[in-house]
């Protein structure tokens, strides 16, 4: 068990539909991130916040947005769904955003979340 | 930008035999770090091994082993006398120390047999 929460561990919603994927990284992490693997993508970073604040971003398609809330639990929203956004979800933690040459900056992942869309 | 690729899609053993897992990365940072993840069939990721670029000593840890070598770009990974619970996918994943996000490879898939 990383330490990392996240829920639901399935989803299975229709096309154009709206699905909010929530995570609890470990206590302590200030840094959060979110993954997604499908078959034909692999495994790709979709963004990253810490303490609250967006850090990095990389291929997150516009439809999707992310926030960190105070007690640093992260939520990534999906809406007007498409098959193709049918995938596994990971989200990450560390305790820092970026290296220092420590492994502080090593991300932990949660069992992810499996959407299916319909 | 950084690549890692794992040339090895699916390696199918007897248990007790060894399993080395192929791993080759790109990037042009100096500084960067190499890590190691394992994703059983229940599909969570667990992170397995850490090693940063400017530290090429090999070790062994359990069962694990790997070897980096910085002249190749390689970074693999040996399982030894691996057991059924090993089966799973595993996948090499590059940090370069100024980015934030892991690349990961298209990982390789282990399927140990009794």
């Known amino acids: 068990d990383s330490g990392v929460t996240q829920t639901p561990k399935h989803l299975i919603t229709a096309t154009g539909q709206r699905v909010t994927l929530r995570c609890s990284p470990r206590s302590g992490d200030l840094s959060v991130y979110w993954y997604q693997q499908s078959l034909d993508q692999g495994l790709q970073f979709l963004i990253q916040?810490?303490?609250?604040?967006?850090?990095a971003k990389g291929n997150i398609l516009e439809r999707f947005s992310a926030q960190q809330f105070p007690d640093l639990h992260s939520e990534l929203n999906l809406s007007s769904l498409e098959l193709g956004d049918s995938a596994l979800y990971f989200c990450?933690?560390?305790?820092?955003?970026?290296?220092?040459?420590?492994?502080?900056?090593?991300?932990?992942f949660g069992p992810g979340t499996r959407l299916t869309v319909l | 930008a950084q690549k890692v690729t794992q040339a090895q899609t699916e390696i199918s053993v007897v248990e007790k035999e060894d399993v080395t897992l192929d791993c080759v990365y790109e990037?042009?940072?100096?500084?960067?770090?190499l890590f190691w993840y394992k994703q059983p069939p229940s599909g969570e990721l667990v992170f397995l091994i850490r090693?940063?670029?400017?530290?090429?000593q090999n070790e062994i840890s359990g069962r694990y082993s790997w070897n980096f070598q910085k002249s190749t770009s390689s970074f693999n990974f040996t399982i030894t006398a691996s057991q059924v619970v090993d089966s799973a996918v595993y996948f090499c994943?590059?940090?370069?120390?100024?980015?934030?996000?892991?690349?990961f490879g298209g990982g390789t898939r282990v399927l140990v047999k009794p």
């Open positions: 990037t042009r940072d100096t500084t960067y770090y």
């Open positions: 090693r940063n670029s400017f530290d090429e």
């Open positions: 990450a933690s560390s305790v820092v955003g970026t290296s220092g040459g420590s492994s502080t900056d090593t991300q932990y």
């Open positions: 994943a590059l940090k370069v120390a100024a980015g934030n996000k892991l690349t």
């Open positions: 916040y810490y303490n609250g604040e967006e850090r």
